[in-house]
Antibody, heavy 119, light 109 residues
Framework: EVQLVESGGGLVQPGGSLRLSCSAS????????MNWVRQAPGKGLEWVSY???????YYADSVKGRFTISRDNAKNSLYLQMNSLRAEDTAVYYC?????????????WGQGTMVTVSS | EIVMTQSPATLSVSPGERATLSCRASQSISSNLAWYQQKPGQAPRLLIYGASTRATGIPARFSGSGSGTEFTLTISSLQSEDFAVYYC???????????FGPGTKVDIK
């Protein structure tokens, strides 16, 4: 079964750091582009970051300079290092697989992990 | 940044009826548009990509159309499991600045 499972969410104070992980199974992880997408409570979806199969990195302006996406193909894992966290970063964070072949639609999603930034 | 808008914000439909959801882009995105369905407490599910191609396993009652700046998702005969929030997403630009619409909630009339 093709599956993504996120972990690492929790409660963190403003200015703090958190590292999210996404474990992939059921497909050749190294061949796929991957993304992080977030959803604030009761709000819509916001794309956060992209990493290509070759390691190319891109970020939304709202997180550029604070968040770092990475991957470990040997471990079939995707990561999001989040630093200098703000209240507005509070959201469910999803990892999502890119369909590929220049079609950046997200065909597989994890169940999400909640990040709460609050004092 | 390409801004996506969706209308209406809420659509009340009876089971068995047709639902038509609209999505508009602030500039042309060719056919680089996807539609997602999200139910409460669940992750989004890809329905349509390339504006009109159904994703794997998506029932034929879901269809997408449009290109440029105007797009439509049609659900031909609403089933009980179709009541959800629907989002459109553009993926036209590179480097990526993927953006989603604010969503349309389809609820039971």
């Amino acid at each position: 079964e093709v599956q993504l499972v996120e972990s690492g969410g929790g409660l963190v104070q403003p200015g703090g750091s958190l590292r999210l992980s996404c474990s992939a199974s059921g497909f050749t992880f190294s061949s796929y582009e991957m993304n992080w997408v977030r959803q604030a409570p009761g709000k819509g979806l916001e794309w956060v970051s992209y990493i290509g199969s070759s390691g190319t990195l891109y970020y939304a302006d709202s997180v550029k300079g604070r968040f770092t996406i990475s991957r470990d193909n040997a471990k079939n894992s995707l990561y999001l290092q989040m630093n200098s966290l703000r209240a507005e970063d509070t959201a469910v964070y999803y990892c999502a697989r890119d369909w590929g072949s220049y079609i950046n639609a997200f065909d597989i999603w994890g169940q999400g992990t909640m990040v709460t930034v609050s004092s | 940044e390409i801004v996506m808008t969706q209308s209406p914000a809420t659509l009340s439909v009876s089971p068995g009826e047709r639902a038509t959801l609209s999505c508009r882009a602030s500039q042309s995105i060719s056919s680089n548009l996807a539609w997602y369905q999200q139910k409460p407490g669940q992750a989004p599910r890809l329905l349509i990509y390339g504006a009109s191609t159904r994703a794997t396993g998506i029932p034929a009652r879901f269809s997408g159309s449009g290109s440029g700046t105007e797009f439509t998702l049609t659900i031909s005969s609403l089933q009980s499991e179709d009541f959800a929030v629907y989002y459109c997403q553009q993926y036209n630009n590179w480097p990526p600045e993927f953006t989603f619409g604010p969503g349309t909630k389809v609820d039971i009339k």
